[in-house]
């Protein structure tokens, strides 16, 4: 089992940022791509961005794009997600999630543990 929690949310004006963070427990947080995804209020939950476990290669939805950064510190269990330049359309409960040995998932069902979730909410 691996254990994800989320922290970092907040509500922050249009073209502020954020730094969330999500911590990993129980399995060798090196062996896991992580992924970060999100979920506004009558929406699928979509993919935001992922590292692979290997490599560290980093991957983002459009949206995401030259406005968010994904990072990952092995020796603190711990993956980031930067978030610059927010837009209101950036609102959502945002999730961490863990993919054994993934080295490019995007789907939810690719990705095999995850966390309880955080809000972020930017307001106009």
């Known amino acids: 089992q691996v254990q994800l929690v989320e922290t970092g949310g907040g509500l922050v004006q249009a073209g502020g940022s954020l730094r969330l963070s999500c911590v990993a427990s129980?399995?060798?947080?090196?062996?896991?791509?992580m992924g970060w995804f999100r979920q506004a209020p009558g929406k699928e939950r979509e993919f935001v961005a992922g590292?692979?476990?290997?490599?560290?290669?980093?991957y983002y939805a459009d949206s995401a794009k030259d406005r968010f950064s994904i990072i990952r510190d092995n020796g603190r269990n711990t993956v980031f997600l930067q978030m610059n330049s927010l837009k209101p359309g950036d609102t959502a409960v945002y999730y961490c999630?863990?993919?054994?040995?993934?080295?490019?998932?995007?789907?939810?069902?690719?990705?095999?543990?995850w966390g309880q979730g955080t809000q972020v909410t930017v307001s106009s």
């Open positions: 590292i692979s476990w290997i490599g560290g290669n980093t």
């Open positions: 999630a863990a993919a054994f040995q993934g080295l490019g998932p995007v789907r939810t069902d690719e990705y095999d543990y």
């Open positions: 129980g399995r060798t947080f090196s062996n896991y791509a």
